[in-house]
């Protein structure tokens, strides 16, 4: 082969060399895309649903916190409980250009049109807490095991009271949350499961006859209608017979319960207060654990939630699948969402110390009266 045709040889093989490894680099930068996406500039919006109960702050901040750790920018917006000003907000993400929403849902029926529209834009959605039903616009859920928070407040009222024991009969009453949340078909049921074979063979007696959904929920978890019901049925029911244990499905419907108890007499040497159970570990709650006024919460580190969401984002934007852990608990009503659930813990007098103050949830100062 004369010296020319090497030549040739040579240069052809050197600009194949660096055509594949340019090819390969852009192969490596979208593989990149799997190792870390450059997230400058990368908008996640961060739909809440309200600033008027505790936790949800604390679930808007974390994540605000971690995402923009990560060097993403954030979005967050809380709707006061309004639909129509989270839908608003949502709008607003989409055209801001958001890549992920996260979104806890004030009405889990009321963001199909919404976020169809985030769906046509390409925009991943991320079904924080609250299942969002009827779209299948929704892609990842991530929550605390629903179903096992009622189950935990349930087993709490089996065990005070001493039902396996056959104990009783026990008089008992319901306050559950609202029926535009999801979640409450599973906290209820959750409950029901563990309480419903005592009130099937009268260990548990319900005065009020309310045991059903509909007739035990409390509109927007809201406190003061959760008194109302409960000033109601206590002054129809118990004029003369006392309450032994009130179900609660969270802790603002419990604080409701617990003012309506102690307008009728109760937290005194003659009437103590019933079990009272609660959820989310929310500070005036806790310090009403320590008070002996209520007997249990259930314990969602909304720091975890937040951990286990960024997560998904930072999978869904280096075109990785998040990790999830149930694929058919979740049925929205037009698909089964993956979901990543966590574990809920209940807290109590016995083990607040080392659930909320040495893991850093909360300071002792804070949970003190
Ligand atoms: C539920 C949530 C509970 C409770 C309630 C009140 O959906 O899972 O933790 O906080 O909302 O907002």
């Known amino acids: 082969m004369s010296l ?16 594949t490894g340019c090819g390969g680099s852009q192969q490596s930068s979208s593989d990149s895309g799997s190792a870390s996406a450059d997230k400058k500039g990368v908008k996640i919006g961060v739909s809440m649903p309200t600033k008027s109960l505790q936790r949800w702050n604390q679930d808007g901040a974390n994540m605000e916190k971690k995402l923009k750790d990560k060097g993403y920018d954030v979005d967050l917006q809380f709707a006061e409980n309004k639909v129509e000003a ?8 989409i055209t801001k250009g958001c890549k992920v929403i996260i979104v806890g849902a004030i009405d889990g029926g009321s963001l199909s049109s919404v ?49 396996t024991e056959g104990k009783g009969p026990f008089n008992l009453e319901i306050a559950t ?16 499961d563990v309480l419903q ?8 007696i319900v005065k009020s006859g309310q045991v059903t959904r509909e007739q035990c929920a409390t509109p927007n978890w809201d406190e003061a209608k959760a008194q109302e019901r409960m000033d109601n049925v206590l002054t129809t029911n118990y004029t003369s017979a006392k309450v032994d244990a009130v179900l609660c499905s969270n802790d603002s419907v419990s604080l409701g319960v617990q003012s309506a ?3 009728a007499g109760y937290n005194t040497s003659e009437k103590p207060m019933p079990v009272v159970t609660g959820q ?22 909304t720091r975890a939630l937040a951990d286990q969401v960024v997560k998904m984002v930072d999978a869904l934007m280096n075109n990785q699948e998040p990790e999830v852990n149930d694929t058919k608990s979740y049925n929205n009503g037009a698909k089964v969402v993956p979901a990543y659930l966590l574990q809920p813990q209940f807290v109590d007098k016995t083990n607040y110390k080392q659930l909320l103050i040495d893991s850093g949830y909360y300071k002792e100062a804070d949970v003190q009266k």
Do not use: W
């Open 177 to 192: 949350g609202p029926l535009d949340d999801n979640n409450v078909v599973f906290f209820f049921k959750g409950a029901m």
């Open 86 to 93: 989270q839908v608003s907000q949502i709008e607003n993400m």
């Open 197 to 204: 074979p005592y009130i099937d063979k009268g260990q548990l």
């Open 280 to 301: 989310d570990a929310n500070l005036p709650n806790v310090k009403a654990i320590l008070a002996g006024e209520q007997s249990m919460s259930v314990f969602k580190d």
């Open 115 to 163: 976020l169809d529209e985030a769906k046509s834009a390409g925009i991943k959605v991320i079904s924080y807490d609250r299942l969002i039903m009827n779209t299948d616009a929704v892609n990842y859920y991530a929550t605390f095991d629903n179903y096992g928070v009622g189950k935990i407040q349930g087993q709490y009222i089996e065990k005070q009271l001493g039902l």
């Open 4 to 19: 020319k045709k090497i030549l040739v040889f040579c240069l052809v093989l050197m600009v194949t060399v660096v055509m």
């Open 261 to 263: 108890l102690k307008s």
